[in-house]
């Protein structure tokens, strides 16, 4: 098991970032005009621009970080999802090749200006479920497309927030150690 980022750590990640008062609304914090500058960046991003281009010589280093975090989140994936195979990720693979989900997922990356919204990563955008896909099906006995097409907690704007690959997989790493 890894201890690199304890149970702590994440809720105080969570608390800090993704709290009831974002840093990133408020003009005067020390964080804001770094905020803005990735706003503009993540924009001159989609335009084509490498990752070399836009952080220069600092990329190396960013890349190299991000490549030993991943590899550390990959060992231990697959621990602990038990819905990792059957009914509910089937539905799941075929509810996210569908329209309607991919219009939910780019609603909410458009709402949260492509930033990941625990660290401000602008590359490897993900949406996070903050009620599991797998319970919504749950509670609501859904066991088919066409029910979950039709479930509206499923769409629920709420319930879906923008994370990088990496703080994504930390947060779904540490809600499947506590079994939710
Ligand atoms: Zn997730
Ligand atoms: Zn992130």
Not at 38 to 54: A, C, D, H, N, P
Request: with cysteine.
């Amino acid at each position: 098991m890894g201890k690199k980022h304890s149970q702590e750590t994440i809720d105080k990640i969570r608390r800090t970032k993704i709290g009831k008062s974002p840093w990133n609304a408020d003009k005067n914090h020390p964080k804001y005009k770094e905020y803005i500058n990735k706003v503009k960046l993540s924009s001159s991003m989609r335009k084509g621009k490498t990752y070399e281009q836009i952080y220069g010589i600092r990329a190396n280093k960013l890349k190299e970080d991000k490549r030993k975090q991943l590899a550390l989140i990959n060992s231990h994936k697959g621990e602990s999802h038990p819905n990792w195979k059957g009914g509910i990720s089937s539905i799941r693979d075929r509810l996210e090749a569908s329209i309607p989900y991919r219009n939910w997922k780019k609603t909410i990356l458009n709402r949260d200006k492509y930033l990941c919204k625990m660290c401000g990563e602008i590359e490897y955008l993900e949406v996070h479920h903050k009620i599991p896909f797998s319970k919504i099906l749950k509670d609501n006995n859904i066991k088919t497309v066409e029910r979950a097409l039709n479930c509206q907690e499923l769409w629920n704007l709420d319930n879906g927030i923008t994370l990088c690959k990496r703080c994504h997989c930390i947060i779904d790493f540490h809600r499947a150690k506590r079994g939710v």
